[in-house]
């Protein structure tokens, strides 16, 4: 591996490179088909808690290999979301807006699944097809989010639990345009009810706090008006906003990106109009995400 003079001191098996001083890093010299060190893979696992989401450039990964990838993380057949899956690997989600059809709306602020009892620890997405321009993913820290509130407002929100739920999100609305929608609105309801989980999370690896709440799936807070809940709400995530707490990613074809889905949240930009647009995405769990 060369060794770049921008790497970050600590890691002997990855040149990485800060993407911006709050969130994000760049992996240089790394194919991620070739991760079968355990010390490598443990700086992998570090690297990811340290720095919430990794990108890797030029990667060459079959399906399979992207699911090992993932199996460095956790487990690739945790919680999943309604996309339609990969023919052969089924724990990959295909990603795919075409010119003329469905065009994904992932254009809402949100961590993985929150809508599930144990939402996924992570993420792993890879382009396959990208629009010339446009269609960029961007992150923000949720770490960073709880660190910039006031003491008060922080203690506050430790008392609080929060509905969450995919009714919120634009699940629906694809539901309802497809042939069947109706049958698969309702097998997904009957199969997905709400859930709640606390308003402040505290990582395991990194012991640092999150908030964890988001406007794609975050429904309501509990115990609170309809109006005082509204008003929490949108100053979170109006914090959630702030650029100096976001990375955004220009993808290429064959770009890696791996979050951390505890202490993220991530947009999908839908300004890439009829232009096609392929990923791949793979979550993966453990047995509790907290
Ligand atoms: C996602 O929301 O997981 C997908 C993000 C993307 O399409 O860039």
């Known amino acids: 591996m060369s060794k770049r003079e921008t790497a970050v001191p600590g ?35 570090r690297a990811l808690a340290e720095f919430q ?8 990964l079959t399906p399979e290999q992207q699911t090992a990838v993932a199996r460095i993380f956790g487990d690739p057949d945790k919680a999943k979301a309604f996309f339609p899956r990969h023919d052969r690997v089924a724990s990959i989600e295909v990603i795919e807006s075409k010119p003329g059809g469905h065009v994904y709306g992932t254009d809402q602020w949100h961590a993985d699944i929150t809508f599930s009892p144990n939402p996924p620890t992570g993420t792993v997405l890879y382009s396959q097809v990208i629009p010339a321009s446009g269609g ?12 910039s509130l006031s003491p008060g407002l922080r203690a506050e929100l430790e008392t609080l639990s929060a509905v969450h739920s995919f009714e919120h999100s ?18 997904a309801r009957a199969e997905n ?12 690896l990194t012991g640092k706090k999150l908030v964890y709440v988001n406007p794609n799936f975050t429904d309501r807070i509990q115990g609170l008006s309809r109006q005082e809940s509204d008003a929490l709400l949108a100053l979170l995530f109006q914090r959630f906003e702030r650029p100096e707490f976001q990375a955004r990613l220009r ?10 889905n505890r202490a993220t949240h991530h947009y999908a930009a839908k ?17 509790r995400a907290f």
């Open 11 to 45: 890691y002997t098996h990855l040149a990485i490179e800060p993407y911006t001083p709050n969130i994000g890093a760049v992996v240089h010299d790394l194919q991620l088909a070739n991760t079968a060190d355990e010390a490598l893979r443990e700086e992998l696992r």
């Open 53 to 60: 989401v990794l990108f890797f450039r030029k990667q060459q």
């Open 136 to 147: 960029d993913t961007v992150w923000t820290s949720a770490t960073r989010v709880y660190d």
């Open 170 to 187: 634009g699940w629906p609305r694809f539901f309802l345009s497809l042939p069947n929608g109706e049958a698969l609105y309702r097998q």
């Open 193 to 204: 009810l709400p859930v709640v989980h606390p308003v402040v999370q505290t990582h395991p």
């Open 251 to 260: 993808w290429e074809q064959h770009t890696v990106a791996i979050w951390d």
């Open 271 to 287: 300004d890439y109009g009829s232009q096609y647009r392929l990923l791949h995405r793979i979550t993966f769990g453990e047995d």
